[in-house]
């Protein structure tokens, strides 16, 4: 099974850099050449041809629910998805997905594990990328259109996203609503000034009404152009704030799909917008593992932070029903901080720090058939074990097998355990020393080595023997 990796909500602003707005002014890309059939005729002057686009970002499992609406009103919409997050609870399964796409909707790339883009070393944003469109390439889709996660980009992602074969990407808060961008334009061009930075309206939410939607469109109709509209939830109760309901959506096309005869407003799917074939995959550079006898873990001893003050390379993973602190000691085996995780009211679940479920960044490469010695100094106050993820060719995770508990330790102690052999068909790992009740755990100077290329002794802590991989257990980070 996927671990669950649920995306934080969407940006609704501008180019955003680390979650800060930009100024929407894309310097110009090479236009992409669209044929048009032109404005219906009309007995005056001609009517401006406006295009809707009806978007929805993720694969949250609630969008199966627009899917009998979109059907009842006869119109495509645009799913963006993260491949990595296909058959995770609470996101599309690949059924599901097959079943949007042989109704006539677009299937679109969201990358792989939904991270912001603009915050990550352009190899990376790569993967992120090309793993994407080529996964849902090889599953059938005819991938041209990308929307970016969280609306985050650069002019650097943006010529990535064309190299990876996308003919468009979309991002977010560029036009205007009530909600903001005030002295933006209403819609987006055709073609739009920059293929690969569309402009778009903030994304919908639960402050939408009816007349918004319909604001959205008739604001745009005074020109022409391109209005992209992009859901998240789509459901009746216990939603989010990025919630619409079926209703509305139905009422709005109730409203939408006659103005394709009154006002030449027709409904299009992105990729039918922007036009063209679908184009070759791209690629981008694999993370080579470790060479032997040397460290594959970074930021090892946690004395390099990130710009929010976050172990740099090292995540919180968090699942059941508990509450964890995550952070950093100046209590530390080595240099001046160790990670440290605090668990109280534990009644299901784990916590532990881990390397970032990335593509190959943080998250050390691995080689099929090898074993690889994890190793870390620890203190904590409760008893905790090594757990493992791997990363699929394709770029999602799964959960694997956990190590023999190690007990608990007033001071650091060291705990060195050896995997088994990696099974077929993975390409990296993660791990973390978790705790599983309620203690305080302090983890420094993590290291992970191929088998035959291990520094030291492979002591285990007192009390451990060697285990085997542990089957039906929880798939959550």
């Not at 792989?112 to 469109?133: F, M, Y």
Request: aromatic share 8%; net charge negative.
């Amino acid at each position: 099974m996927r671990a669950s990796l649920l995306p934080p909500r969407e940006a609704g602003s501008r180019r955003a850099k680390l979650g800060a707005a930009m100024s929407a002014a894309a310097a110009m890309c090479a236009a992409l050449l669209l044929s048009w059939a032109g404005p219906p005729p009309a007995a005056a002057a001609p009517v401006p041809w406006t295009v809707v686009s009806l978007t929805f970002d993720d694969g949250r499992d609630n969008q199966m629910n627009a899917a009998p609406v979109l059907a009842a009103n006869g119109v495509p919409a645009t799913f963006f998805v993260s491949s990595g997050l296909i058959d995770a609870p609470g996101y599309f399964t690949r059924a599901e997905l097959d079943e949007l796409a042989r109704a006539g909707h677009e299937i679109g790339g969201h990358t792989v594990n939904h991270p912001n883009l603009a915050s990550l070393p352009l190899d990376e944003a790569k993967r992120q990328l090309c793993w994407d469109r080529n996964t849902l390439l090889t599953w059938g889709y005819d991938v041209r259109s990308l929307a970016y996660p969280f609306a985050s980009t650069t002019p650097e992602v943006e010529a990535a996203a064309e190299e990876c074969g996308y003919s468009s990407a979309r991002s977010l808060g560029e036009l205007r609503t009530r909600f903001g961008c005030e002295q933006c334009a209403e819609a987006e061009s055709i073609p739009p000034k920059n293929a690969f930075y569309t402009e778009a309206p903030a994304q919908v939410d639960s402050n939408w009404t009816l007349e918004d939607l319909q604001d959205s469109v008739t604001s745009a109709e005074s020109g022409g152009g391109w209005v992209q509209l992009t859901f998240h939830d789509l459901c009746e109760t216990g939603c989010s704030e990025l919630n619409v309901t079926p209703k509305l959506l139905d009422d709005f096309l109730r409203w939408l799909t006659p103005r394709a005869e009154t006002n030449g407003t027709v409904v299009q799917t992105v990729g039918d917008t922007i036009g063209g074939d679908v184009r070759p995959r791209g690629d981008a550079p694999k993370a080579a593992p470790a060479p032997p006898g040397v460290n594959a873990i970074k930021n090892a001893g946690f004395e390099g932070v990130d710009a929010d003050g976050v172990p740099a390379c090292w995540m919180e993973g968090n699942w059941g029903e508990n509450a964890t602190d995550f952070g950093t000691s100046r209590a530390a085996n080595s240099g001046e901080y160790a990670g440290i995780v605090a668990t109280v009211r534990h009644a299901s679940g784990d916590a532990k720090l881990l390397p970032q479920l990335d593509l190959g960044t943080c998250a050390p490469t691995v080689l099929p058939g090898t074993s690889y010695s994890l190793r870390a100094w620890y203190s904590s106050t409760a008893k905790t074990q090594f757990v493992t993820y791997l990363r699929t060719a394709e770029g999602s995770w799964e959960y694997w097998t956990a190590s023999p508990y190690l007990h608990a330790a007033s001071g650091f102690e060291r705990a060195i355990w050896m995997t088994p052999p990696i099974p077929p068909g993975y390409t990296g790992m993660s791990f973390g020393l978790s705790l599983f009740e309620d203690g305080v755990l302090r983890v420094d100077d993590v290291g992970m080595y191929a088998a035959g290329g291990t520094p030291g002794s492979q002591r285990m802590p007192p009390g451990a023997a060697p285990g085997g991989i542990r089957t039906g257990a929880a798939v959550a980070v």
